[in-house]
């Protein structure tokens, strides 16, 4: 008796229920869209100490520093050119490099640089790997160095944030720190992808990247978990005539990193082997940050609308040397606090 009431209260109860909503990834397959990103990112320094055998430098050492912001700015467009869409599946993409621009201040000191050398103007393919699942990549219809394509991710419509199936309104899931590359620059892929020898560095310069790269790159994943990625799927609404599904971004965390072995190595590297055989050094850098934002998602078009994201962000770093050069011991300690804002923004341009 209560198996035969159960099969008949359970249809009446499913019937009340709320549907669930689906946020997939399906543009039509052919379709072409523009999109355009922004980052920004303002610092300015909070504290700075320098202790050098016990004599503390004075500020106005560092003259109008302490007073001035660095301010970056880089604007990106590209061309999106789905190929092919199968089963919420993208299959092959064509993307066209079509600007970037990035301006640098400090203080008076403007820097403006357009163009981005080897990409702007050119176009590349990416398509996805039966195999891997990753996406195999290659200039299309022109030639360029094979080299950069490492450091470049299909990927500009955030479908890392997107959930894994059908959601209700204030559905919570989290990502792992080890992702917040894909927030920070959609469409570039990790550091360990990247090719010094592509890089417009001199020998001394090219050999000091890559120690950096191969002592830090297998350690970032590690201090990336300190990064916490929350996201909750908050409902659709209509804009201009589009069903928008919302999914609200919350990033909150620390993440430290200790170079103390890697500056000596550099030290060392460039001749300075003897004196820093027996020295200690010490240096810590840690970063902050605690960010808002959302991404908004057509669910008629199946891609990205846009994506936000503001964050305030802190950096500090502590160092600490003692060394004995020519029979003399040397101390030396340093305190460096950088705080300020960043900001990304990424829309769909028609």
């Keep these: 008796m209560k198996k035969f009431l159960t099969l008949c209260v359970l249809p009446l109860t499913l019937a009340f229920l709320p549907p669930l909503d689906a946020v ?10 523009k999109k355009s990103m922004t980052i920004g990112l303002e610092l300015n320094i909070e504290e700075f100490s320098i202790v050098v055998d016990g004599e503390e430098m004075p500020p106005e050492a560092l003259g109008e520093a302490l007073d ?15 190929i092919e869409v199968k089963d919420d599946q993208l299959v092959e993409l064509v993307r066209s490099y079509d600007s970037l621009d990035v ?50 991710s299909e990927d ?21 720190g080890k992702d917040m590359g894909a927030l920070m620059w ?11 020898s592509a890089a417009d560095l001199d020998a001394e310069q090219a050999e000091i990247a890559q120690m950096v790269m191969d002592d830090l790159g297998p350690r970032f994943e590690e201090a990336l978990k300190g990064m916490k990625i929350g996201l909750k799927y908050v409902g659709t609404r209509e804009v201009e005539g589009a069903e928008l599904a919302e999914i609200a971004i919350n990033i909150d965390g620390t993440m430290g990193m200790d170079m103390g072995e890697l500056i000596k190595k550099i030290a060392e590297s460039q001749g300075g082997g003897e004196e820093m055989a027996g020295a200690d050094i ?21 891609h990205l609308h846009s994506y936000k994201l503001d964050a305030t962000m802190d950096f500090t770093i502590n160092g600490d040397l003692d060394v004995d ?8 300690s340093a305190t460096i606090k950088l705080a300020g804002k960043a900001n990304w923004d990424l829309s769909t341009v028609k």
């Design 156 to 176: 500009m419509d955030m479908r890392l944030l997107l959930p894994s199936g059908s959601v209700k309104p204030d559905q919570e899931w989290k990502l792992e």
């Design 325 to 332: 050069v020519q029979g003399e011991s040397h101390s030396a």
């Design 282 to 302: 010490k240096l810590s850098v840690q970063m902050g940050m605690k960010g808002e934002g959302s991404l908004l998602w057509n669910n008629k078009s199946g």
């Design 68 to 82: 001035q912001a660095f301010v970056m700015e880089v604007v990106q467009t590209v061309t999106d050119k789905y």
């Design 103 to 152: 301006t640098v201040e400090m203080g008076e000191e403007v820097n403006e640089e357009s163009g981005g050398e080897g990409l702007v103007g050119k176009q590349v393919r990416f398509a996805r790997n039966e195999k891997t699942g990753a996406y195999d990549k290659e200039w299309f219809e022109c030639e360029g160095e094979e080299e950069m394509l490492k450091g470049l």
């Design 24 to 33: 997939r990834f399906g543009p039509k397959s052919g379709s072409e869209v």
């Design 186 to 196: 959609p469409g570039v892929t990790s550091a360990d992808d990247f090719d010094l």
